[in-house]
T-cell receptor, first 115, second 112 residues
Framework: EAQVTQNPRYLITVTGKKLTVTCSQNMNHEYMSWYRQDPGLGLRQIYYSMNVEVTDKGDVPEGYKVSRKEKRNFPLILESPSPNQTSLYFC??????????????FGQGTRLTVV | DAKTTQPPSMDCAEGRAANLPCNHSTISGNEYVYWYRQIHSQGPQYIIHGLKNNETNEMASLIITEDRKSSTLILPHATLRDTAVYYCIVRGYGGSQGNLIFGKGTKLSVKP
C-alpha cells in the first residue's frame, strides 16, 4: 500500500530538548516536504526536498532542520524546540515537483507539544 | 501567498450535490488547479486536478471556466463523511513552483 509514514504520532517534550520527527515514503517519490498547521494560520510549508541531498526552505523554516540522505526518508529536526513550535506537523511526498500530473500524499500527522 | 480565493464555509444537505467555488484570477498558462480536502486533523487528501478541460473521477468533478479564472469542485452526492475543509490550490511545476501552497480553504458541512 502506498503510504507516507510519520513517527511519532504524538509527542510532548520540554523546551530545548532536541527531537526528530521521522517521515518515510514507499513510493520512490523524488519530492518530499514538511508542513505545520496551526489554528487560524492553516498549513504552512517548512522545508521541501526536490531529491536526495537537495533541500530548500519553505515559508516558515526558522527553528527547523531537515536532511535527505536517502530517497525514502525526510526527517524533521528540532534542535532546540520552543513552545511556539507546538503544532500539528505533516509530511508529504509526490513523484516530482518538476512534473505537472503529480498528486501529493500526506502522512497522518504528528501532534507536537513543547512545554 | 495562496493564489486562490474560496468562501470560508458552506453547508450542503446530505445526498445533494455540493458545489465549491474557487477564484484564481491570476493563474498562468502552465499552472494547474488542484483540489485537496482535510477531514478533521487528518493529512490532506488529493481529490482532483485539471488544466483547462473539465475533469471527473470517482470522487468528484472539476469544472474550469474557459478563461481559467475560476473553477468549481462538485461532489455529486454529498455524504456526512464529506464534511471537511476543501482546498483549491494553483500549482505550477519546476522548483518552488511545484510546491503546494495552502490557503484557508472552504469548510464544508454536510447536514442530515
Amino acid at each position: 500500500e502506498a503510504q507516507v509514514t510519520q513517527n511519532p504520532r504524538y509527542l510532548i517534550t520540554v523546551t530545548g530538548k532536541k527531537l526528530t520527527v521521522t517521515c518515510s515514503q514507499n513510493m520512490n517519490h523524488e519530492y518530499m516536504s514538511w508542513y505545520r498547521q496551526d489554528p487560524g494560520l492553516g498549513l504552512r510549508q517548512i522545508y521541501y526536498s526536490m531529491n536526495v541531498e537537495v533541500t530548500d526552505k519553505g515559508d516558515v523554516p526558522e527553528g527547523y532542520k531537515v536532511s535527505r540522505k536517502e530517497k525514502r526518508n525526510f526527517p524533521l529536526i528540532l534542535e532546540s524546540p520552543s513552545p511556539n513550535q507546538t503544532s500539528l506537523y505533516f509530511c508529504a511526498s509526490s513523484l516530482s515537483a518538476g512534473r505537472m500530473n503529480t498528486e501529493a500524499f500526506f502522512g497522518q500527522g504528528t501532534r507536537l507539544t513543547v512545554v | 501567498d495562496a493564489k486562490t480565493t474560496q468562501p470560508p464555509s458552506m453547508d450542503c444537505a446530505e445526498g445533494r450535490a455540493a458545489n465549491l467555488p474557487c477564484n484564481h484570477s491570476t493563474i498562468s498558462g502552465n499552472e494547474y488547479v488542484y483540489w485537496y480536502r482535510q477531514i478533521h486533523s487528518q493529512g490532506p487528501q488529493y481529490i482532483i486536478h485539471g488544466l483547462k478541460n473539465n475533469e471527473t473521477n470517482e470522487m468528484a468533478s472539476l469544472i474550469i471556466t474557459e478563461d481559467r479564472k475560476s473553477s468549481t469542485l462538485i461532489l455529486p452526492h454529498a455524504t456526512l463523511r464529506d464534511t471537511a475543509v476543501y482546498y483549491c490550490i494553483v500549482r505550477g511545476y519546476g522548483g518552488s513552483q511545484g510546491n503546494l501552497i495552502f490557503g484557508k480553504g472552504t469548510k464544508l458541512s454536510v447536514k442530515p
